[in-house]
């Protein structure tokens, strides 16, 4: 690894876009991306589209190829990626490793999401899983793992919720955020219960919005200003070993320590992290697979406000999922958006001062108990 | 209001269908159901539910039971808007069933959703409840607290 840059990020404001297509929103992240990266199209060699659930929603297919023609690429080879949460950042992966093969110079990564669609119901795995059929969603398999994590480690609710009071305070720097208020530790508890322990402020909300990130080769970099370095990034698979792990995600252990090992540094070494908060158990159980704190300390890590902005390692300063949003073909760019941002010094109210290295960390779907997919991306000026 | 015996008897009589073919045994005579699942001749893997292949050797599955009794690794009761017409609230979890070994996921007794702990001991019960991809009525399996009463202490 280290084959690759970033040249330019580019993402519209998350929230709830009725009025907007898919196309629409994915071309203008696509746009401030290559204008971000002072690159031209016709320069870009690999087009990736990223998107998770619209497709299926809309009745869409292929529709990278209409993005990326709206910013004028055509004729390269462009590609449509869904790996639930991670589709974004699995496609930053794809152009990762298509410079590493010097297959590209420059390549062009764009993830969107539609999910305000009227008559939507909760997200899951496929209808034809039996896991669906008796009755599984999204919530409840983050929610039975928090069960675990209280059982065992004697774990509160309110450890829990503080994470939702962090990122949504957080939330409020990020003029990309979805939620831009700040909430209260008794605002989260108090609202209403969506899968015992977790209650609807602890969930990230379902979101539309759209994210981009340009990238190319070191050579390339050496021309330009504000590269940022791709230290590692690694994509991998759930083991769906039975009996599954529900303390934690054995995935979750093994992927982090893959890309520490493909970025040659520890947690130690990172200033500001961005990790896959869909709910607020998993930032804490997060915390513990990529070394921030061990097993069994993350609600404390969280209360004692070492991962808030201005603490020893801050996460998810852009608000995570939970205040940024959470438009699952879009989230793994948002958060490569955020930690580029914050290595090249440009996050204004919510910089994290000297951030020299960060990475972005996802996961996505749910199978047999594990996660379908998990990306690890290490950045570093 | 459907009684569980009703419920026993009309999965007995098999009038409606199973959420998924296969993953039930439920004996003519009224008696205990159990899952169904499969184990592999050659490697002794077993699986619920059961693959069309050993995911270690790729050959051929027997049907075997994986199980009726078990305790409830972890849970929670969902109660928001329930897909597939289930009760609002319901109940899921995992339960570690004691004859296979095998984590499982499975629905819990919608009329016992505030009881259930981890460590319940458990077993199975199948009864009408939700509906099917189709949009009509259908069994579904949930696991019931062994010992009535909460964490299953009476």
């Known amino acids: 690894m280290g084959a690759a840059c970033v040249a330019g990020v580019g993402m519209i404001p998350f929230g709830k876009h009725v009025e907007r297509t898919l196309v629409d929103m994915g071309s203008e992240a696509a746009y401030l991306a290559l204008e971000d990266a002072g690159i031209e199209p016709g320069r870009v060699g690999l087009g990736v589209f990223a998107c998770a659930a619209a497709p299926r929603l809309l009745g869409e297919m292929t529709s990278g190829q209409n993005i990326f023609w709206e910013v004028g690429i055509h004729r390269i080879p462009i590609l449509n990626v869904e790996n639930a949460c991670t589709s974004g950042s699995t496609g930053f992966v794809l152009a990762c490793n298509a410079i590493a093969a010097g297959q590209v110079d420059v390549a062009l990564v764009v993830g969107a999401e539609k999910l305000c669609v009227p008559g939507v119901g909760l997200l899951n795995s496929g209808e034809t899983e039996l896991d669906t059929r008796l009755g599984m969603v999204t919530p409840a398999g983050f929610a039975m793992r928090a069960a675990r994590y209280i059982h065992k480690f004697g774990a509160s609710a309110a450890q829990l919720a503080s994470v939702a009071v962090k990122n949504r305070g957080h939330a409020v720097l990020n003029p990309y955020a979805h939620f831009r208020e700040a909430v209260t530790l008794e605002d989260v508890l108090s609202s209403p219960m969506v899968a015992d322990p977790l209650t609807r402020m602890q969930c990230c909300p379902m979101s539309d919005g759209a994210a981009a990130v340009v990238l190319c080769s070191r050579e390339e970099a050496r021309r330009r200003r504000r590269t940022v370095g791709v230290k590692a990034a690694i994509l991998c698979t759930g083991s769906y070993d039975n009996p599954v792990d529900l303390d934690r995600w054995e995935t979750d252990y093994r992927g982090c320590a893959q890309g520490y090992e493909a970025a040659g540094i520890g947690p130690e070494d990172l200033h500001v992290v961005e990790c896959h908060d869909a709910f607020t158990i998993a930032e804490i159980l997060h915390y513990e697979a990529l070394g921030l704190c061990g097993p069994g300390e993350g609600a404390n890590l969280a209360v004692r406000g070492e991962t808030r902005f201005g603490g020893r390692i801050p996460v998810n300063v852009s608000g995570g999922l939970i205040g940024r949003g959470h438009p699952p073909g879009a989230t793994g760019l948002a958060q490569v958006h955020e930690i580029v941002t914050q290595l090249r010094g440009e996050a204004g109210g919510r910089q994290v001062r000297n951030a020299k290295a960060g990475l972005a960390h996802c996961m996505g779907g749910d199978k047999d108990g594990d996660t379908k997919s998990f990306t690890m991306i290490v950045l570093a000026c | ?154």
């Open chain 2, 1 to 154: 209001m459907v009684t569980r015996e009703e419920e026993r008897k009309s999965a007995g009589t098999g009038k409606l269908p199973i959420v998924m073919p296969g993953i039930l045994d439920i004996p003519a005579d009224g008696g205990q159901p159990s899952l169904l699942g499969g184990s592999c001749p050659s490697c002794g893997v077993r699986y619920f539910p059961r693959p069309s292949r050993c995911r270690r050797c790729l050959g051929p599955v027997e049907e075997s039971s994986v199980g009726a009794e078990g305790t409830v690794c972890s849970f929670t009761v969902i109660r928001i808007r329930a897909p597939l017409g289930l009760p609002e609230p319901y109940a899921i979890g995992y339960v570690d069933l004691k004859e296979s070994g095998l984590r499982v996921f499975c629905l819990l007794d919608p009329q016992a959703v505030e009881t259930f702990r981890i460590g319940t001991p458990v077993r199975l019960a199948v009864g009408a409840l939700g509906r099917d991809a189709r949009g009509a009525p259908c069994l579904r399996p949930y696991f019931t607290p062994s010992v009535p009463g909460p964490g299953g202490v009476a």
